[in-house]
């Protein structure tokens, strides 16, 4: 639900401001999921951050594009500030609220060390 809401108001502010985009973006041959692109790049910091440390390649791999184009990293940039970023920008001068991220999914390992700090009876504390 969230990455459909992500999608719609995106496509909407795309199509009000005359550019509109009627199917996924595609780069190197594989569908760009938007909302799993603007998720990556927030969970490394943002656009900027992002940027800075020149981690495109680490994007490109989260979106499962395979390295067939000459410079994906370039294409995913590009896509970004093409699609992604003027939404972001005019959510920021709205005073409108970022689209929410998902919640991170605990590790195996960190439910395992949970489940078993409330079976020995919680954990902590103790003295």
Request: glycine content about 12%; proline content about 9%.
């Given at each position: 639900?969230k990455g459909?809401?992500?999608?719609?108001?995106?496509?909407?502010?795309?199509?009000?401001?005359?550019?509109?985009?009627?199917?996924?973006?595609?780069?190197?041959?594989?569908?760009?999921?938007?909302?799993?692109?603007?998720?990556?790049?927030?969970?490394?910091?943002?656009?900027?951050?992002?940027?800075?440390?020149?981690?495109?390649?680490?994007?490109?791999?989260?979106?499962?594009?395979?390295?067939?184009?000459?410079?994906?990293?370039?294409?995913?940039?590009?896509?970004?500030?093409?699609?992604?970023?003027?939404?972001?920008?005019?959510?920021?001068?709205?005073?409108?609220?970022?689209?929410?991220?998902?919640?991170?999914?605990?590790?195996?390992?960190?439910?395992?060390?949970?489940?078993?700090?409330?079976?020995?009876?919680?954990?902590?504390?103790g003295?």
């Amino acid at each position: 639900p969230k990455g459909r809401t992500f999608v719609r108001d995106l496509r909407a502010f795309l199509a009000g401001r005359g550019t509109p985009v009627a199917k996924a973006p595609v780069v190197a041959f594989k569908e760009v999921d938007l909302y799993q692109f603007y998720v990556a790049v927030e969970a490394r910091g943002g656009l900027q951050r992002v940027a800075e440390e020149s981690q495109w390649r680490a994007i490109y791999k989260d979106l499962g594009v395979p390295c067939t184009s000459s410079n994906p990293a370039t294409a995913v940039r590009t896509l970004f500030t093409k699609y992604i970023e003027p939404f972001l920008q005019h959510l920021r001068a709205s005073g409108a609220p970022a689209p929410p991220l998902p919640l991170p999914r605990a590790s195996a390992k960190n439910r395992r060390a949970s489940d078993s700090d409330s079976a020995a009876g919680g954990g902590g504390g103790g003295g």
